[in-house]
């Protein structure tokens, strides 16, 4: 298993990489078939390499999390303080992948500038009070379709 690093970022790797900054010659987090096979789980779903880092600094928390402190002859290690970094470095990378999301077209919940009418459904006819007099007989009348012809009066409580 030998790690490669460009400083180029001519492939993906190399650019997840640079994200996690596990560039050192000597020392890895991520062998490099493990971000291969987290960029072929991970892209196609999302689309960006921040997001494949992301997942990747979770994992690398995870591993940190089992950690202990260690403390002998006035010497202190503290891993939990590692795991810590990679959470936080996995909610800075979510927030780049958000922020490359920004433009292109529009989601508002499935509403389309391009999309018309269902005419299947019958159109909503909401107002303030519109049920308020019951004498007065059904007013949910509305939408694009004419009325039939009603009088309140000749019908009541319909």
Do not use: C
Not at 19 to 27: A, I, S, Y
Not at 72 to 89: K, P, Y
Not at 97 to 114: E, T
Not at 119 to 125: E, I, L, M
């Amino acid at each position: 298993m030998v790690n490669t690093f460009d400083p180029a970022l001519s492939t993906a790797k190399d650019q997840i990489r640079f994200l996690l900054q596990d560039v050192g010659p000597d020392e890895w987090y991520v062998a490099d078939e493990t971000i291969e096979w987290m960029l072929s789980r991970w892209k196609p779903l999302y689309g960006t390499n921040e997001y494949v880092a992301a997942v990747i600094a979770d994992t690398l928390a995870a591993r940190y999390a089992r950690e202990v402190s260690y403390s002998a002859d006035g010497v202190s290690i503290n891993l939990g303080a590692v795991g810590q970094q990679f959470r936080d470095l996995a909610a800075s990378l979510r927030e780049q992948h958000r922020s490359s999301l920004v433009g292109g077209i529009p989601d508002v919940g499935g509403v389309s500038p391009y999309e018309g009418r269902d005419h299947q459904v019958r159109p909503f006819a909401f107002g303030t009070g519109m049920h308020d007099d019951k004498g007065a007989g059904r007013q949910d009348y509305g939408g694009d379709d004419a009325p039939e012809y009603y009088q309140a009066e000749e019908n009541p409580g319909v």
